[in-house]
């Protein structure tokens, strides 16, 4: 009797644990249900809400920590310099991280790896930025975005410098670095070469992906100039990369132009059937 009677307790235990294990996957399957309607409906807070709820009840659940991630991400304000919302945006990273350190599909992986640098843009940490958009790159190589992103990148990491450098000096924006102050130049120049290098390289990439990409397009103008402010020993290198830069703006004007011939609706009447 007393070996029946602790059989029975063993299956009561084996039962209740299955039945908790079930509530608790249908629950985690309802919460996702409920945070996916309420994040199309742009409920954020919401969506956060179920998600948190559901990652809690299974930890497994990739789908939810990318969801959660980016729920936090559209909660977060760029350029609203506070703690919570600092904190907002950390938390998406955290979650991000979270698919990262699992073994997701290469999309939840890409799309990790994105945001988490996205985030980083907007928070103004550039070096970290760069990192993950790196990453991005070694796993999505055919993405003209990620070549576009890390040279736009490298465009910032130049340019603050070479501002303040240029503001101390009191220069105008139309002044020449290398005519103001050759010093200063050289410094800028061994500074900013590798960046500036790295980032035409980049938006040539990417152009050659997508061809008809007007914001690498602004950013090769912008590299141009960069790379004309530190040519401080040759005057011709340095007219030369502002000609370039010109050139592409044109070449900007050309495509809008030609996007814009291309998307015109025709006013050709439609065959008749005969």
Known sequence: MKCKLQVAAVALVVFFSFSA??????????????????YKQSRFGEAIQHFEKCVA?????????????????????????????????????DQYQHVLDGKPVPSARINSTKGIAYLYLQMNQLDDSKKYYLMALDLDPDDPENYYSISALDWAICYRPRQEERAKLGMQPDDSLPVANRKVCAAMKEKNSANVQEGIDDLKKALKIRPDYLDAMAYMNLMYRERADIQCDDPAALSADLKTADEWLERIMATKKAITEKNKPTTEPSATPQ
């Open 21 to 38: 294990d079930l509530l608790a996957q249908t629950t985690a399957a309802e919460e996702m249900t409920l945070g996916v309607q309420a």
């Open 57 to 93: 009840l299974a930890p497994e659940n990739t789908n939810a920590h990318l969801y959660l991630a980016t729920a936090y991400a559209q909660q977060f304000i760029p350029g609203a310099d506070s703690p919570e919302n600092n904190r907002m945006a950390e938390r998406a990273i």
